[in-house]
């Protein structure tokens, strides 16, 4: 309600809620998935594997695993900042969003610099490397939050007329 006694209408939350419930339940489910190979590596040794972490490409790497979930969690908690009636919850699913695709860009230039070594510099130590090796969850989870950022790209303006302004002194 502004000064005037007007009630601005907000942007209805729906779409994007459900966006940040996928995408936030995807990168928890795999992140758990990743953490759970990684821990069975070094606390069972390395023959240790987990049947749907080989079909999707999950490898075991715990700090891998707590990036996807820290995503996760990101777009989950703008889910329920959005239900609960805030409206700057969405800010989170824009959050989780760009750190999806910072994460993703990351990955790609280490798997680009792998191709370099394999390819380019013939490292021994990458004889064999396929791009399939270098595949991870964060890559090909991407790929949903990419194609919201480019169609909500202008959804996530500032409302006008929301500035506050504060001088702390």
Known sequence: MDINGTVEEKPDTNVPMVFSVICGSLYIILGLLQMASG?????????FSIPL?????????????????????????????????????????????????????IYLLVST??????????????????PLS??????????LPLFAYIKWKDFFEPISGTNIRMDLK
């Open 39 to 47: 821990a069975g590596r070094i606390l069972i040794g390395t023959d």
């Open 53 to 105: 972490a080989g079909i999707l490409l999950v490898p075991a790497d715990l700090i891998g695993a707590f990036v996807l979930l820290l995503i996760g969690t990101v777009f989950i908690y703008g889910v329920m900042e959005m239900r609960s009636g805030i409206y700057e919850g969405i800010s989170y699913a824009y959050v989780g969003i760009l750190l999806a695709l910072i994460f993703a860009i």
């Open 113 to 130: 610099g792998n191709m370099l070594e394999a390819y380019l510099l013939k490292n021994v130590e990458f004889a064999g490397w396929t």
């Open 134 to 143: 270098d595949m991870r969850p964060g890559i090909y989870l991407a790929i």
